[in-house]
């Protein structure tokens, strides 16, 4: 990994939250960033976190506090690079469907698994980007010798056509 | 110690036996527990179904931490029941055998935390 990851985990349940931070503080290139709510992770987003872990229900301490989709929605709204990992009490398909939808990266049920089914999901946000990052620098490159093919294309044939023109226009050979 | 309501495997293995993190996330539990079971109790008084769900569902991956095996159904009937409004008269019997598991599971926890000291 060539640069800490800035990880922010949003959960209104305070022993879910720690302990997330928790496990996924031992790994020495993730920097973890812990909010109560959606809205002050809406806030910071600004600070270009690489990803975000998102509770689906955050209203169990203030019931006026926004859901996890709708804060989902807009951090997608805001930058559709920020990848997304929903985490859920309710094992419903329904509600997996719903957040992937939405653009979620992955699902995760509170459970026992959650924490090393969370770790997972980085990881394979990691191998995804690392990936585009590799397919993306394979299409600069090909383009950049695509430009460079039409570019010595054009200098070759203007350079054949000026020899032409100094020959008098005739008895060019190439 | 020998426990006969609380299995401490998930949590032991979660914090690598780290005695002062498994005592931190037991302190927790002992705080939120008591807390949300009130607020629990306080909406089924008031018949508000869906702020009685929310508790019931926050609540339900913490007594799975603390390894309440035996409360882990019960938690998951009393969420199902008030999200769907269905079989509301069970409800007053599940929240208070739940509670009644909790309180025990909370005494055993506290003699943990003794021991982990």
């Given at each position: 990994m060539d640069k800490d990851l800035l990880i922010f985990i949003v959960d209104d349940d305070p022993m879910q939250l720690m302990m997330l931070e928790d496990h996924l503080s031992k790994f020495k290139h993730f920097k973890i960033k812990t909010f109560a709510t959606g809205e002050e992770c809406l806030a910071k987003i600004n600070e270009k976190p690489d990803i975000i872990v998102l509770?689906?229900?955050?209203?169990?301490?203030?019931?006026?506090?926004?859901?996890?989709?709708?804060?989902?929605?807009?951090?997608?709204?805001?930058?559709d690079d920020?990848?997304?990992?929903?985490?859920?009490?309710?094992?419903?398909?329904?509600?997996?469907?719903?957040?992937?939808?939405?653009?979620?990266?992955?699902?995760?049920?509170?459970?026992?698994?959650?924490?090393?089914?969370?770790?997972?999901a980085i990881y394979n946000i990691i191998k995804k980007n690392h990936v585009e990052g590799e397919a993306n620098r394979y299409k600069k490159m090909m383009y950049a010798f695509a430009l460079l093919f039409v570019a010595s294309t054009i200098i070759v044939i203007f350079a054949v056509y000026l020899g032409w023109m100094k020959g008098g226009g005739t008895d060019v050979v190439l | 110690m020998e426990s006969t309501l609380v299995d401490l495997t998930f949590l032991e293995n979660f914090t690598g036996g780290d005695k002062a993190k498994m005592a931190k996330y037991i302190n927790m539990f002992l705080q939120y527990a008591p807390n949300q079971i009130g607020i629990i109790e306080q909406k089924l008084e008031e018949k508000d179904w869906d702020s009685l769900r929310v508790a019931a569902h926050s609540l339900k991956p913490q007594v799975t931490y603390m390894g309440i095996k035996s409360q882990e159904e019960v938690i998951k009937s009393i969420e199902h029941n008030s999200a769907d409004g269905v079989n509301?008269?069970?409800?007053?019997?599940?929240i208070s055998s739940f509670k009644e598991g909790v309180n025990k599971a909370i005494t055993e926890l506290k003699e943990h935390l003794v021991a982990l000291s």
């Amino acid at each position: 990994m060539d640069k800490d990851l800035l990880i922010f985990i949003v959960d209104d349940d305070p022993m879910q939250l720690m302990m997330l931070e928790d496990h996924l503080s031992k790994f020495k290139h993730f920097k973890i960033k812990t909010f109560a709510t959606g809205e002050e992770c809406l806030a910071k987003i600004n600070e270009k976190p690489d990803i975000i872990v998102l509770d689906f229900n955050l209203d169990s301490v203030d019931r006026n506090a926004r859901e996890g989709l709708d804060i989902l929605k807009e951090i997608k709204e805001i930058n559709d690079d920020i990848d997304v990992v929903m985490l859920s009490g309710q094992d419903k398909m329904e509600v997996a469907v719903n957040t992937m939808k939405y653009g979620a990266f992955d699902y995760v049920v509170k459970n026992e698994s959650a924490f090393v089914r969370v770790e997972n999901a980085i990881y394979n946000i990691i191998k995804k980007n690392h990936v585009e990052g590799e397919a993306n620098r394979y299409k600069k490159m090909m383009y950049a010798f695509a430009l460079l093919f039409v570019a010595s294309t054009i200098i070759v044939i203007f350079a054949v056509y000026l020899g032409w023109m100094k020959g008098g226009g005739t008895d060019v050979v190439l | 110690m020998e426990s006969t309501l609380v299995d401490l495997t998930f949590l032991e293995n979660f914090t690598g036996g780290d005695k002062a993190k498994m005592a931190k996330y037991i302190n927790m539990f002992l705080q939120y527990a008591p807390n949300q079971i009130g607020i629990i109790e306080q909406k089924l008084e008031e018949k508000d179904w869906d702020s009685l769900r929310v508790a019931a569902h926050s609540l339900k991956p913490q007594v799975t931490y603390m390894g309440i095996k035996s409360q882990e159904e019960v938690i998951k009937s009393i969420e199902h029941n008030s999200a769907d409004g269905v079989n509301l008269e069970e409800l007053p019997t599940l929240i208070s055998s739940f509670k009644e598991g909790v309180n025990k599971a909370i005494t055993e926890l506290k003699e943990h935390l003794v021991a982990l000291s």
